[in-house]
């Protein structure tokens, strides 16, 4: 057990079972990493949120990497009576890039709820037991299969679509 | 336990609205009362509100792809366009994100924090000044509001003397600051800020104890503090209701835990109890922007240090109070000169959610100033395409011919059109 993972337990006040931490990574005091695969990320999550207490989610990042998408979680643990917040950077790993699914989190925090639509736009991430995945922020003539913050399409080309679409737009009556 | 409805909608035409709702209210993208485009839609039974709904996109900017194309350097220019009134507070988290990356941050002066420092508080003021006067107006106070968007131009002077601009400082580098605060600029300063509390200590004294104004937002709109736990607010809306947490004081970041000042919490929950964390906020700023004149007498040192352009592999996260609430940023480099992820989290879209719910079982007559509650302001909300034209007398331009004319235009003193 690496002495990262005893320190967030020591905070939280929980064990965290080793199997389902793929690492911990302490990037300043108080402000910890925490990777995890996606088959272990709904599990663990579970832990934070019902035996540690964390109820604020700050918001979701997605990013692509060469052959997987990150998923991030930026989630605070809140310490009322210290007004004191340890921020945790929760990654869900090893999102599979041709087939991407991963467990939404939204029983845990309703906030995930539009937050994982935000990631869904943009990088076509599906989240399994979302109760509403639809489109939130692209507009309504943006073509279903473009997933414009993917690394693949070049910022030329997120311009002619938008062009394409003001101009679509502009002709319907 | 029923199904869960998503207060983020795509539909627009009523057709999903919630059962046992008779009227339906829409309001935006292009509204009288809302400067910002978004569209609301208000379910009602007779005069009560059932369900308040969303819909947000209209304006896409891809500002987050856009940093992609773009060196770290030139993105300090782009990020503060995250929003046109906090943008100080987005250029901080941004150059405190590089520092951090460039391994620089413990070779930051005192002086150039404090600086910072200085520019936040005065952007809190004017937002927080400027936000309580259109709430008045929301409210039917029209007084309320000329009479604070007139004392708010007192530190849109002094930031204007201090930074060149009135709104959009640009004080913040990566290394430091871009300017200094000369000491003979200090007691003019000191003099107007005092003028500012004695009229902001007015502005409360309206808010708590005029009637009328009173009246329209005390236990208006309640959130209870286990939905604010639930729905995950930040900023004023969830000190408002009684959830004590501010970034600089659970998370301090530049040297809030160096100077002694009071963090302002209610537990009300009500409209009131959010405008008032707003009045007391500003008064604790200015307090904390005098603090900052008292420590920059005695502190010098160097206020810009050099970062190399090329940032260094890495990720760091990091926030910073708001005006509206806890604002989040995510960087992550791959050693070249461009970022390889920014991400940019503003804090009204935490906000929305908990706005809405808010709503439920309110009179329709209430709707404005609950919604005006959160602050909207929505380019924090969609900062995602860039739609980059302009269409005035069917003139299309692209990002680089619309350059080469402002250089021209400049250059040669010609109209731009």
Redesign the interface.
Known sequence: MSAELKELESILNVTLPEKLVEEVVK?EE??FDVLTSAKNAYDLMKILHEEAGI?????I?G??KEDEFNI?Y?IQH?I?EE???V?I?FIVTKVDKKNPKTPSMFDF???A??YE?EVYD?YGIYFENH??L??????ERWPDDVK??KKEYS?EQ??EI??KI?KEGMEEK | MTEYRSRFRTLTDGSDAPEGADHHVFIGPQHPWAEEPAHFIIHLKGERVVEANIRIGFNLRGIEKAMENRTWRQNVMLVPRACGICSAVHQNVYVRVVDKLAGVEDQISERARLIRMFSLEAERIHSHILWYGILAHDAGFDTMLHITWRDREIIMDIMEEVSGNRVNYSINLPGGVRRDIRPEQVPSIRERLAKLRKQVEYHKKVFTEEASIRNRLQDVGILTKEDAKKTTPNGPTARGSGLPFDVRKTYPYEMYDKIDWDLVYYTEGDVLATTLVRVDETLASIAIMERCLDQLESTQGELLIRVRPRVPEGKYMTRAEAPRGEDIHYGIANGTDKPERYKIRAPSLGNIDATLRRMDSEYIADMPVILRSYDPCFSCTNRVMLINENTGEKLILNQDEFAQKAIKAKKYNRPFF
């Not at chain 1, 109820?55 to 918001?59: A, D, I, Q």
């Not at chain 1, 639809?134 to 507009?139: D, K, T, V, Y």
């Open positions: 990037v108080g402000h109820y604020h989610l700050s918001t990042t990013y692509e991030c930026h809140r009322e007004v004191r917040e921020p950077n925090f309703e906030a709820e539009y639509r943009f109760p509403f639809q489109r939130l922020i692209l507009p414009p913050m910022w997120m311009r938008t062009m003001a």
